[in-house]
């Protein structure tokens, strides 16, 4: 059995805290989670506004089944459009692994294409718009970071803090998912230093790294670099076209198509 980054990331598509007399950060907590989804939320003002991002990762991903860490890296493109009528914001992304072996996930919001070259397939689903962004979707650290403390029960980690100063979020769904048991955020210490009045350098992109944990026991640490925000991403940049004489594989109807 081969081990593959989808096998976390895909397929999950994604300690008690301490107490805030610990941290003595009580009021900290509030001010660290609106700085982490102001700049996503749906009616978020536009000079704080994200709109679409851009940049590198490092992957980490351990299965327990098969006792087995691997390691990995690519580049990685979110595009979040203005809400529809329903309140609803479609999530376009595109993630492109470089090692330890080249695959693409891309979805333009209603597709969804896992890409792998070295088999020479592509599989397709279609993407569940009413699923986006809530504590059961898997890539919600992602979709759904406007309404995390909506979804989601947000304590300090211990420690609260990693050796640069940033902060360390615990996130436990208040729904049970059969995909996310937990996630962890680290959160920029500079994000919610500027998270008063929007200035002329805003905004500041928050999420430094996210570690989504399964009710397996299984991790995926995926840390965020060179993180460029609002370059005016084009939708066709989140389309994907198979490549000539690529198998297309359409898995069975699951509650994740």
Known sequence: MRFRFLSLLVLLFLLPGMSAAETGQADNLGRVVTALERPFRAKAPAAEAIRDFQGTFIQESHLVSLDR???????????????????????????????????????NGRDLWVYLPENRQAIYSKIDPEAQGGPGDPMSFLTGLGNLSRDFTIEWADPARD????????????????????????????????????????????????TVFDPSGNM????????????????????????????????????LN
């Open 163 to 210: 050796p640069a100063g940033n902060f360390v979020l615990e996130l436990t769904p208040r729904e049970s998912s059969p995909l996310i048991q937990g996630l962890r955020f680290v959160v920029a210490r500079e994000a919610v230093a500027k998270s008063g009045p929007p200035g002329p350098d805003r905004p500041v992109f928050p999420l430094l790294a996210v």
């Open 69 to 107: 860490t691997q390691r990995g890296n690519g580049r990685l493109a979110v595009k979040l459009l203005p809400p529809d009528t329903a309140n609803r914001r479609m999530t376009l992304f595109a993630w492109h692994y470089e090692e330890p072996e080249k695959q693409a996930i891309v979805s």
């Open 220 to 255: 995926t640490l995926i840390e965020f670099h060179d993180i460029q925000v609002n370059r005016g991403l084009p939708d066709a940049h989140f389309e994907f076209t198979v490549p000539a004489g690529v198998e297309i594989v359409r898995p069975a109807p699951s509650g």
